[in-house]
């Protein structure tokens, strides 16, 4: 899925280290697990139990759809039973409107008509839409709060319905979630991530129009197909928490990883469409991102710079005290909460028997895109750093 953090390009340093670093290790924490990479890569290459946590709950759906599940999954029965139940909330809301195909699937026309367009897409979104949802039992939180300006209309409505139809059996909830959000991820009118949709000016007429034609049912299937095919060679678990709930559990000698934000910004602002989507619930938004209150979004001490520094010594020593193996990346050089590698390193020079700092090259997120013309994401030096008692 697209995400600002994502590891899955350093897995191929990462996880020899991360191998390495836990073979004396019953489990392995991953407390802020974001896109869940490294929590799947663990869970399928190690015999350790992986103890995933994140702040935000579509995080920890991700990581539960492997990491709690010890066997493989047929995923033909499960989607076509999801798909039914799903597309049959979507035939009955369209036989509502007699000009169903152009009302909730705009037709994307050319660059100069998109303005025209998105807003009215909005409009029936917000204005007409509303009246009979209210009918039907559910909430359909994608296509009140963001069809019409991350989601078409029409896939807005198919990712509500599929949320309402996710199955009650935990392990197939677990899966489905976990497509339902990577499948979003993938749709989503948005440059790199959700902080803010894109908006209907010719320039980014194209990036709409190619989000918009995205087919939701596909990406779903694909994603619940890949999902299904995984899964841990020991059961663990997925809890949505602070980090320290999560590495709380651990024993002397277990290996905590820990990839903590580097942004001065909330992670929160960035994913709250996931978010809501993964919670299935109705969420009160405003403003150009259509944020949910903040109070709604959750923090972290990582990303506020007067707090960053007292957060980076509390993981190193609460690691130290509890006798836990620390495996850390952070860019190398200063981010924007304020925070190095090297201030991690400070933190547990006298608290460990060693530590070994391997400097790879990678990329890291300005936020403002995923596309290298647009600036999304920069060359920079990143530290993999193994904070070790023998």
């Known amino acids: 899925m697209k995400y600002m953090g994502h590891k899955g390009k350093l897995l191929p340093v990462l996880g020899d280290v991360l191998s390495y670093e836990s073979r004396n290790s019953q489990r392995i924490a991953d407390p802020f697990c974001g896109s869940a990479a490294v929590s799947w890569f663990l869970a399928q290459r190690t015999n350790k139990?992986?103890?995933?946590?994140?702040?935000?709950?579509?995080?920890?759906?991700?990581?539960?759809?492997?990491?709690?599940?010890?066997?493989?999954?047929?995923?033909?029965?499960?989607?076509?039973n999801w798909f039914r139940s799903a597309k049959k909330i979507v035939s009955t809301i369209s036989s509502n409107f007699p000009n169903a195909h152009q009302s909730i699937q705009p037709d994307l026309v050319n660059a100069g008509k998109i303005k025209t367009v998105v807003l009215r897409s909005r409009k029936f979104c917000q204005s007409v839409l509303p009246t009979v949802l209210s009918q039907f039992d559910g909430d359909f939180p994608l296509t009140l709060a963001y069809g019409g300006h991350y989601f078409s209309p029409l896939q807005a409505l198919e990712l509500d319905a599929l949320r309402q139809s996710v199955p009650d059996d935990p392990f197939f909830k677990d899966i489905c979630i976990a497509a339902l959000?990577?499948?979003?991820?993938?749709?989503?009118?948005?440059?790199?991530?959700?902080?803010?949709?894109?908006?209907?000016?010719v320039t980014a007429a194209r990036y709409i129009i190619e989000a918009w034609s995205r087919d939701v049912w596909s990406l779903v299937e694909q994603a619940v197909i890949e999902i299904s095919s995984l899964c841990a060679s020991a059961a663990g678990t997925a809890e949505q928490g602070d980090y320290l709930q999560g590495i709380a559990k651990l024993e002397p000698g277990d290996l905590v990883f820990a990839d903590p934000p580097y942004s001065d910004v909330h992670y929160s602002r960035f994913y709250h469409v996931l978010e809501t989507l993964a919670r299935g619930i109705s969420v009160n938004v405003s403003g150009v991102g259509r944020y949910p209150p903040l109070s709604e979004r959750p923090p972290s001490s990582f990303s506020r710079k007067g707090e960053s520094h007292s957060a980076a010594r509390a993981l190193v020593q609460f690691c130290a005290k509890q006798e836990l193996g620390l495996v850390l990346t952070f860019p190398s050089s200063q981010a924007s909460n304020g925070l190095a590698a090297s201030d991690f390193v400070s933190y547990g020079t006298k608290l460990f028997y060693s530590i070994e700092v391997i400097e790879v090259n990678s990329t890291f997120s300005t936020l403002g895109g995923g596309e290298s013309n647009r600036g999304g994401r920069k060359e920079c030096k990143e530290s993999i750093v193994c904070f070790r008692h023998s």
């Open 49 to 80: 139990i992986v103890v995933s946590g994140d702040l935000q709950s579509f995080a920890v759906a991700r990581a539960a759809a492997v990491v709690r599940r010890t066997s493989v999954i047929d995923p033909s029965p499960l989607i076509e």
């Open 181 to 201: 959000v990577e499948a979003a991820s993938k749709c989503a009118a948005a440059p790199g991530h959700t902080a803010q949709p894109f908006q209907p000016t």
